[in-house]
């Protein structure tokens, strides 16, 4: 497994001084990245933050396993139902290892594709309902509160679908991932009668995709979770080391945390050259948004901190976003991610046209171009003052993503160290939840129920 990261383009030398971060500033900044790994390392091992043991739980990865054992072939679509983190990490493994849709190809019970319900607009869910067919659905409802609105009313859809075809056969087709023992979804689980899987209390939901929230549906797909685990065990110990080298994960942590408070860059743009890696940049952007963006930090002081991650694709948002990324506000750090090596070179005919535009194409590869597309807007980049980095991945496989996502949920852990706030709360979506549940009649929520109709009066001008 290889996953290297080159800050180069970040420094003062490349991007210049107003822009890069200066040698100088980078070796005073060590000791703090030091200081924060060993403070989240403290809070990791008294169990506060248990992400990092995730890759080390055998046993959840047998159980989960065992399962997908006992029910191949009884199905060819896993219809997952989550938002946010209880939905982001299986669609970056499905779309990292099978493909992105639409080219994953027919789907079969040898090989299921994976259907996301993760909003509530009512026409998204009514088409995917038409394009599955009950008796060859497996369910998975994935809510750690076990309340989440969304989820529990798309699933409730989904349920009673099942039942006008499977009748009483439809509690063996679905399994539910929650909060062992709370919550009103594993109440119902119980009480029905589905298989069910557990979430860590101190696991959040941004950092949940090793655990079975992402573990299950990708087991069920067909990904390899032994070597996925594998991989990011692997960087868990790399992000453990007090080397800036060796730990890639607190180096680029460091990195971004000079550039946004020495440089005064408040946009992340995550630009993956790679197809592959596009539903992990959503991924990443949940991750990197909800963690790092508080009002206050960990004294209780007003802050309003944070970076705002931006996902790009490579090469296609070159002709879309790149103009402004050159020549609008130098407000952004650009994080490239490259993959070293493709499962095809996707190989160009060497026939020739006495046509300047074919002709220099011609014999060479489209992973050539990609690559050259990265390098070369990496330079122009650089060139314009607008610092850059770039993680580079051998290929794009099981051990490999494990890796990557393991790697970038310790410098997001990092970075909320080095920034002194709690990068594991969500306080600021907690409010939006609150009137939605109050607008919806659940009860409990009188009060906020009330505010809402005062905020209606202010809008109104009453």
């Not at 790009?312 to 490239?336: M, R, W």
């Amino acid at each position: 497994m290889s996953i290297h990261f080159d800050h180069k383009n970040l420094m003062a030398g490349m991007a210049g001084k107003a822009n890069g971060i200066t040698p100088a500033e980078y070796e005073r900044a060590q000791p703090r990245a030091f200081k924060a790994l060993a403070a989240f390392r403290k809070l990791s091992e008294t169990g506060r933050y248990g992400f990092p043991h995730l890759p080390f739980q055998k046993g959840v990865i047998q159980d989960v396993r065992k399962y997908v054992d006992s029910v191949r072939g009884g199905y060819d679509t896993v219809c997952l139902v989550g938002i946010g983190g209880s939905a982001l990490g299986a669609w970056a493994l499905d779309c990292g290892i099978r493909g992105p849709h639409p080219v994953q190809g027919a789907f079969t019970p040898e090989r299921p594709r994976l259907v996301i319900l993760d909003n509530v607009d009512p026409g998204f869910t009514q088409a995917a309902l038409d394009s599955m067919d009950p008796q060859r659905t497996l369910a998975v409802v994935v809510a750690k509160s076990g309340g989440t609105a969304e989820t529990v009313s798309t699933f409730l859809i989904l349920r009673e679908w099942l039942e006008r075809g499977l009748g009483a056969e439809t509690p063996r087709r679905i399994a539910a991932v929650t909060t062992e023992g709370k919550g009103d979804l594993f109440s119902l689980a119980r009480a029905e009668g589905y298989r069910t899987f557990g979430i860590p209390e101190n696991v959040g939901g941004r950092f949940s995709v090793l655990s079975p929230v992402g573990l299950l549906p990708a087991a069920l797909i067909g990904i390899d979770i032994g070597k996925l685990t594998r991989g990011a065990a692997a960087m868990t110990h790399r992000c453990w080391q007090e080397d800036l080298e060796e730990n890639i994960a607190l180096r680029a942590a460091l990195c971004h945390w000079l550039i946004l408070m020495r440089k005064a860059k408040p946009i992340q743009v995550a630009f993956p050259y790679s197809n592959h890696l596009w539903g992990t940049a959503f991924w990443f952007r949940q991750l990197w948004a909800e963690s790092l963006g508080k009002a206050r930090n960990r004294a209780g002081e007003v802050v309003h901190t944070g970076q705002t991650p931006v996902a790009a694709l490579g090469t296609t948002d070159q002709h879309s976003q790149v103009q402004l990324y050159i020549e609008g506000p130098n407000d952004k750090v650009f994080t490239f991610w490259a993959v070293e090596r493709f499962s095809s070179s996707g190989k160009i005919p060497a026939g020739r046209f006495g046509l300047p535009a074919f002709d220099a194409l011609a014999g060479k590869s489209l992973a050539k171009l990609l690559d050259a597309e990265r390098r070369a807007t990496a330079a122009a980049l650089a060139e314009e003052g607008r610092p850059n980095c770039t993680f580079t991945l051998d290929r794009v496989d099981e051990e490999h993503l494990g890796a990557f996502l393991q790697m970038m949920e310790f410098e997001t852990a990092f970075m909320g160290e080095l920034l002194g706030i709690d990068a594991f709360d969500q306080p600021g979506v907690e409010l939006g939840k609150k009137f939605t549940f109050a607008l919806m009649g659940r009860e409990g929520y009188e009060e906020y129920r009330e505010r809402f109709e005062k905020y209606e009066k202010k809008r109104a001008g009453e």
